[in-house]
């Protein structure tokens, strides 16, 4: 026969430790297999950098990832006993776009290809027909030096080139050979010349003799450069001594030889540099870029030189 009140008070004992197994398993070790559920408040950071939130409302003891505005991930507290998550990490701004104005200021504005000091265009003549070229200068880098051999500096100014006779040019000549150079034409060798007005370049044609089938019987039509690269400018001037001067962009165009190799009167046609697109420009800058096919003493001479719209 059982005392009751024995019984009874073993119960309890049994109650209470049942109770406090429990409570054990209610702990937040992420081990256990049991999730248990809490009623105390919790920090989470959202990882915007922003004040952190915190909540008293009953919550799941799980860990949470979030992420945050600058692309960082974070991770949140779970119940009590969880750290606050770290703020994320900043993402990298997104690279500039491409500027409207490329290298060298050139842009493109109405079918032409200005130049960052670009200017006006005036009138084009007549179709077909090239640009007047009353008071046209030029210069020649480096200038001519020399004083014998076939002709010399003095009889071989710019301005010979817009002049309209077939029977005078300009060029450097013997200059570098006589200088103690292998060849007439250097790679870098310039012709520059100056329109005295903003016009609307779309070709240049350039003779070594006289026009229009560069023949001529006091002229050797060989004298053409090998290759050269064209840049303009908007803002030049000439001084009174005929120096120009200005601010030149990238190049607007290239040309090459019209007949490599060719000798005598096979030589019949001009050097025709076209533009992909016109350009306004007011001086207009030749550089050497290939020696001419036949090399050694063939200069590089202009006889006439026209510009066209």
Known sequence: MFDLTVLRSRTGVITSLILAGVAACSSEDPGNPFTGVTTTSSTVTDGTGGAPTTSAATTVATTVATTGA??????????????????GTGGSGGSGGTKDVGDGGVAKDGGLLVDAGTCTPGPSPAPNAMYPR???????????????GNGNCTTLLPINAFDGKGTTRTSIGDTHIMAGGATAQVIGDTFTFDMTTCNRVGRIVMFAAPPPNNQGSMIDPRDFPGAVDVTVSSDCTTSALGAITGTFGPVVAMGTEPQPGCMGTACNMPMTITFAQPVPAKCVRLTLTKILQLGGGIWWAIDELQVFP
């Open 70 to 87: 600058g692309g960082g991930a974070t991770t949140g507290a779970g119940g009590a006993g969880g750290s606050a998550g770290t703020p």
């Open 134 to 148: 009353i008071g046209w200068g030029g210069q020649w880098t480096p200038m001519c030096k020399f004083m014998t």
